[in-house]
């Protein structure tokens, strides 16, 4: 029976992870960076079976240069759904290709100064992803409010599976050093294919979050009597048009209606009510769903699509976030008084 090195099986899955976000029939636009890193997980895993499981050490000047590459894609996929860059494309491509650059110009001069690299490049990257988290899931206002908790929560995970992975490289090379190796290949073998499985999966949930073509708008700091204005003017906007109902808004596209910058509608909410804007907005939605419950017989999923959700998940999670009850307790409960009164 033929050995199948277990990054083979890793890299199977992965593939299949990659064909399921890819056939994902949402409408929406792909997060190419967050694909690509699938990808790139995929070759990597690849190459970790030939290098482990079948001895092919020529595989080792590819490797470095592929974990090279993997820290600028989680980070360009996140900043396609937090905000979009002034600079040409080509000068992106080619400022995110300095880290694989240096590692080849490393291998060529000074091996041994590579897994140090790789570290640094790794930290690096995962500390500025966690900086553009910053303000939680207000950042990523150019995903739909729907999906910009779980696709924080998945952003996180991938930085913290950054970080994971220069953990291991730290270790690595300090057990070649000290116990020339003595317990590399197991630690390589699953430290580095969960660091890709962790990041891979963060970028496909990530990856459910999609931008949307818009413009870029300039930030103010906002007084209090403004604060008050800007939440009249979106306290109005969600009464009168009822733009919660819309599944793919968004910060950006809420700024746009309004006219207002982005960053001063989340200020605003955010030291008025306490909460991020996904928050504010699926409130809407709730409030909206809760009358149609107890008014209508419509069925959940009817009236979670007409609220402007789109997945059962998201609706039954905010649905308790707010009422502490799933969307059937509270039509049962608001159908008690008119039972008795009967």
Known sequence: MPFVPLPFVVAILLLVLFAAVVRRDDGARANRPFLALILLSVFQSLLSGL???????????????????VPPLAYAGVTAL???????????????????LVVIVLMAVWRE??????V??????AVAILLLMRPGADALRLA???????????ILFAALALLFSAAIDTFVSLDLAWT????????????NLAALIILSVAAAAASKS??????????????????????????????????????????????????????QISAAINRATGKNVSQYVNEHRIGEACGLLAETEKPVTEI?????????????????????MTPLEWREKKAKPSSIAI
């Open 144 to 154: 739909p409010f729907e999906g910009a908790v779980p696709a924080y929560r998945a």
């Open 180 to 191: 020339h190796g003595a317990y590399t290949r197991p630690v390589i073998a699953i430290g």
């Open 304 to 324: 979670m699509f007409e609220v402007g959700f789109q997945t059962k998940s998201n609706f039954n999670r905010e649905f308790r976030r707010v009422t502490e």
């Open 51 to 69: 290098r482990w499981g079948y001895g092919v050490q020529e595989v080792m000047y590819l490797a470095p240069v592929g974990a090279a590459i």
């Open 82 to 100: 937090v905000r979009r860059s002034g600079k040409p494309l080509l000068q992106r491509l080619g400022l995110h290709a300095v880290p694989a």
């Open 120 to 125: 640094l490049i790794a930290v690096g990257y």
């Open 113 to 118: 100064a590579i897994d140090a690299a790789l």
């Open 210 to 263: 999609h931008t949307p073509v818009e413009t870029d708008d300039a930030a103010s700091g906002p007084d209090l009597a403004e604060d008050r204005e800007t939440i009249a003017a979106v306290e109005a906007l969600m009464q009168t048009r009822r733009v919660y109902r819309d599944a793919d808004l968004n910060l950006d596209r809420l700024a746009r209606k309004l006219g207002i910058p982005a960053r």
